[in-house]
């Protein structure tokens, strides 16, 4: 592989996906950055070493002409904030992925890397952290169809070329991180809530996000899965405390789970009703409730040694 690989990212005009494309242009690599309705900002379309390229997941047509040339395929696409997705994400995860994957070996690219979560094991804590098994049972649709193209990868993988890797984030948090701004504007207008159950999360930093990333895609040794978080695995009620503190808000409400599950019934309604986005689901809150914690000692060894924020501590300016 090259020294700067060029790389496809799709969902490139998403969040995590944009956040990543901009690093990496940044840095000189030579990018296509994937796009579906949502055009790239300027920034990214006018930048010299960047390619755009319109393509639809779902028409396998489409990506030939994204994929030629990539050496590596960095995937983040995928539909979020819309209602009943069990009906969908059978087909926007599994079957998109399946697309992109059978159209990566075809043009003979080197590395696939998937955006995934340690969710896919199913529950796991401090003391039983996810290992990187293929075999779990996870409660919520989103969680079981990520696991289902982890399998794909792995499984297609043993007959071709392919690297096939896995990156299970924690919690990425930061300033312009999607989620942490709703979660600060709902503190803002004192609407944060959350449920009584202490819930284990792994935290990661917007910073150490973007450079496990970037080694996944560039360092030639790594393949497999890789857990990727911090040092100080919290609880949720936890985080939104010590956020809620950084931003001067009131602390989050603590309300019995059914109030949360009835608001987000609610907004899946209301969008099906108006054919508009949901910022809630009740598989949100399915994979929400559910305690996650990774085995991080193979990305730290492999992939990012050094931490930029090793603890909510030491990066919680980062969300101001």
């Known amino acids: 592989m090259a020294e700067h690989p060029t790389i ?7 969040n995590l996906g944009g956040l990543f494309a901009r690093h990496l242009q940044s840095k000189g690599y030579p990018l296509r950055l994937m796009f579906h309705t949502t055009p790239l900002g300027e920034d990214l379309t006018n ?14 047509e ?4 994204a ?9 983040f696409a995928g539909v979020l904030f819309a209602p009943r997705p069990e009906k969908f994400l ?5 079957m998109w992925f399946t697309n992109l994957l059978d159209t990566c070996i075809q043009a003979g690219v080197d590395r696939v890397v998937l955006i995934s979560f340690p969710h896919v094991e199913g529950e796991t804590t401090v003391h039983a952290p996810a290992t990187g098994r293929l075999d779990g049972n996870p409660i919520s649709m989103h969680a079981r169809t990520r696991l289902e193209e982890e399998r794909l990868l792995f499984e297609q993988a043993r007959s071709c070329a392919i690297t096939p890797l896995v990156l299970r984030l924690g919690m990425v948090y930061g300033r312009g991180i ?3 701004d709703a979660a600060r504007w709902l503190a803002e207008h004192r609407l944060l809530a959350v449920w009584n159950e202490p819930t284990w999360i792994h935290l990661l930093s917007t910073a150490d996000f973007l450079a496990a ?5 560039a360092l030639p040794e790594a393949r497999g899965i890789y857990h990727i978080g911090d040092e100080e695995p919290i609880t949720l009620q936890e985080f939104l405390a010590e956020a809620c503190r950084v931003w001067q808000s009131r602390p989050p409400r603590r309300v019995p789970a059914w109030m949360i599950y009835a608001a987000a019934t609610l907004c899946e309604f209301l969008a099906l009703a108006t054919n508009m986005r949901s910022p809630l689901t009740r598989d949100f809150i399915r994979i929400g409730r559910v305690s996650y914690v990774g085995d991080t000692h193979r990305a730290r060894e492999e992939l990012i040694p050094v931490l930029r924020y090793p603890t909510l501590r030491s990066g919680a300016s980062t969300l101001l």
């Not at 070493?49 to 393509?55: D, E, G, L, R």
């Not at 059978?90 to 599994?94: A, D, G, K, R, V």
């Open 8 to 14: 496809l990212i799709t969902g490139a005009a998403g």
């Open 47 to 60: 930048a010299p070493n960047v390619t755009p390229i319109q393509a639809d997941l779902a028409k396998r």
């Open 62 to 65: 489409t990506l030939e002409a």
């Open 67 to 75: 994929v030629r040339g990539a050496d590596v395929v960095v995937h």
């Open 90 to 94: 059978p087909e926007t995860n599994t």
């Open 178 to 180: 999607l989620m942490i």
């Open 213 to 217: 990333t970037e080694a996944a895609t």
